[in-house]
């Protein structure tokens, strides 16, 4: 194994009846390892678990969290389901396109910010809902939102 | 009426530390359990409880755990928090909030049906909610709570906390499973049900996180006590989340037969200011709209059945006059198609149709028998004709909506700007 932490891959493993169960975690691992899940995380999960990459890459492929390229520094995911769009999340989005010249689902080209939209993430109390480098908050203004992608950080809930 | 039992001291203590919650009774349902009851005696304390699943279905909790083949295979638990519901986040606090009560509850379930395993099952967003987790477990089995011969007893069982990555359709119970075997979260055939070959094959009861919760207050107090709470035929409380429209959002928990329109009214503040109820979603985005005139409905399985929706998990989205029935659609249907996980045509298909004609009408392009259209595609999509439920989540608001508001889904066959005053015209304005 090159990119994941040995004695913690085994010791996930080793939780499930199943070692096949350990691909969530391990990938997690990988992410949490790297920034993102890198070919050679995707290889020692193949490796550790008795698996094709291709079989690995198939799972992987098919949940959205799991990042295939380095992350920016600040990560900004708006949530646009009904309760978060209702009270204009996709307006806070828009004028973030506005002011930075940067697509939902792009990254600044310093590396600096990222902002996606993301599906319900059970915050319809504090909508419109985010979740920043991990955390959750809301609700989102187009104040916060700037002042979030510039790494100045605001107020959780 | 506000009734706190699972919410009990949630916002006064800080009741993910371990030795908070025992101070305030904590892990003595358990102790109890495993000190003068049989895992029989438990089961029966359930089936006098009446407890019904909390995730959406209300399904038996007992009569689920009474189909369990006695075949002598390792049985196991998964706790279904995975909560991605548009409108539900009532797990989310409990998670966050009372991870111990989740845990104690899982145990009793585990000690009940000789479980060999418990697999929590959390949602790959809830970052935070795996951390107290993860911390609250590490707690218990530190204390002998969790693990080998707890408390002393002969009833051991490990507890593992488990992330998604970021999928709705793994909150559907075969899909939980696969994903659970680490396999892309494509739903099952049923028969076989969990419970006669679930994970890995073997037996499998699946709960949602609220139900289990349930399990340590009804073991402390008897399931006598808890039937007498509420409906009979649907006792004990539900945490409500509710938002929306509303003046405070958040999560109430009620006495079930709580009518709706005291929660709205009262509890959460009513509408905003000068604004009217125009419908309300009782159980997030796949259940069928409640109009005003039904506000007096009792809040429990079989009364919101009675009315045509659900409780559901009780996420409900208010919206006023500015809500465009439409606008809400075409939002319900971009999410779905945005979650199919593809497996079966009508669903994988038909959502994304649903989203199309209702993306152009939602973008002033509407054309003439769009509206027909969309009722077409809710048969083509509804009646139960995939493995999982999610193509019929997703025509169930749009069904109740084309029969409510047909009036505004006609008028956007004709273009131009929406009809109907709704939340981005209020936005751009602020």
Redesign the interface.
């Known amino acids: 194994m090159t990119a994941l932490p040995a004695e913690e891959a085994r010791a996930i493993v080793a939780?499930?009846?199943?070692p096949?169960?350990?691909?969530?975690?391990l990938?997690?691992l990988g992410q949490r390892t790297a920034g993102h899940v890198t070919p050679e995380a995707v290889q020692d999960v193949a490796e550790l678990?008795d698996l094709r990459v291709s079989e690995v890459e198939?799972?992987l492929s098919?949940?959205?969290?799991?990042r295939r390229r380095p992350p920016a520094r600040c990560r900004l995911e708006v949530c646009?389901?009904?309760?978060c769009?209702?009270?204009?999340a996709?307006?806070i989005v828009e004028h973030v396109r506005e002011a930075t010249g940067v697509e939902p689902g792009g990254q600044s080209e310093d590396g600096q910010f990222s902002i996606a939209y993301?599906?319900?993430?059970?915050?319809?109390?504090?909508?419109p809902a985010y979740?920043f480098n991990?955390?959750?908050g809301g609700p989102l203004t187009r104040e916060a939102a700037l002042a979030l992608i510039r790494g100045e950080g605001v107020g959780r809930p | 009426m506000i009734r706190h039992i699972l919410t009990d001291g949630m916002d006064e203590f800080d009741l993910t530390r371990l030795d908070v919650y025992r101070s305030r009774g904590g892990y003595e349902a358990l102790a109890k359990a495993l000190r003068t009851m049989s895992p029989d005696d438990v089961v029966n304390e359930v089936k006098v409880s009446n407890l019904r699943g909390r995730g959406g279905a209300g399904a038996g909790t007992h009569f689920k755990w009474s189909t369990l083949p006695n075949d002598g295979r390792p049985r196991y638990l998964i706790l279904n928090g995975d909560e991605s519901e548009p409108g539900s986040f009532s797990g989310r606090m409990l998670v966050q909030k009372n991870p111990h009560l989740i845990i104690e509850g899982a145990l009793l379930a585990a000690y009940a049906c000789k479980m060999a395993r418990i697999f929590l099952y959390l949602r790959g967003e809830f970052h935070e909610g795996a951390e107290v987790m993860a911390r609250a477990v590490g707690a218990a089995r530190e204390a002998g709570l969790v693990g080998d011969r707890i408390l002393g007893s002969d009833f051991s069982v490990e507890f593992v906390v488990h992330r998604g990555a970021g999928a709705y359709i793994c909150g559907e119970e075969t899909a939980i499973m696969e994903s659970l075997e680490g396999k892309r979260g494509h739903p099952r055939t049923k028969p076989p049900f969990p419970t006669a070959a679930g994970l890995y094959g073997m037996p499998t009861v699946i709960q949602n996180v609220e139900t289990v919760a349930n399990l340590a207050p009804i073991v402390a107090n008897g399931g006598a006590w808890f039937a007498g709470i509420g409906p009979a035929k649907s006792p004990g409380t539900k945490i409500c989340s509710i938002s929306g429209r509303v003046r405070r959002p958040g999560n109430y928990e009620i006495e079930m037969g709580t009518p709706l329109r005291e929660l709205l009214e009262e509890h959460a503040g009513g509408l905003e200011p000068g604004h009217a109820l125009k419908f309300i979603l009782p159980a997030g985005a796949s259940s069928a709209l409640v109009l005003p005139s039904q506000l007096d409905t009792p809040l429990d399985f079989d009364s919101m059945t009675a009315i045509r929706s659900m409780l559901g998990s009780a996420g409900m989205l208010v919206c006023d006059d500015r809500d465009c029935a439409v606008h809400v659609a075409y939002l319900g249907a971009r999410f779905y198609h945005h979650e199919s996980c593809g497996k079966c045509t009508p669903c994988r298909e038909g959502t994304g149709w649903t989203e199309k004609v209702l993306h152009r009408m939602e973008h002033g392009e509407g054309r003439p028998g769009d509206t027909k259209r969309l009722s077409d595609l809710c048969a083509g999509i509804g009646g139960r004709k995939c493995l999982c439920l999610l193509g019929d989540f997703s025509v169930t608001y749009l069904e109740s909506a084309l029969r409510a508001f047909r009036e505004e889904f006609v008028a956007h066959e004709a273009g131009g700007p929406c009809p109907v005053a709704h939340a981005a015209l209020e936005v751009s304005a602020r």
């Open positions: 939780r499930y009846p199943s096949r169960s350990a691909i969530l975690p990938l997690w678990l198939s799972v098919f949940y959205t969290m799991f646009r389901s009904l309760a769009a209702m009270k204009g996709e307006e993301v599906e319900c993430v059970a915050a319809c109390d504090h909508a979740i991990e955390r959750m």
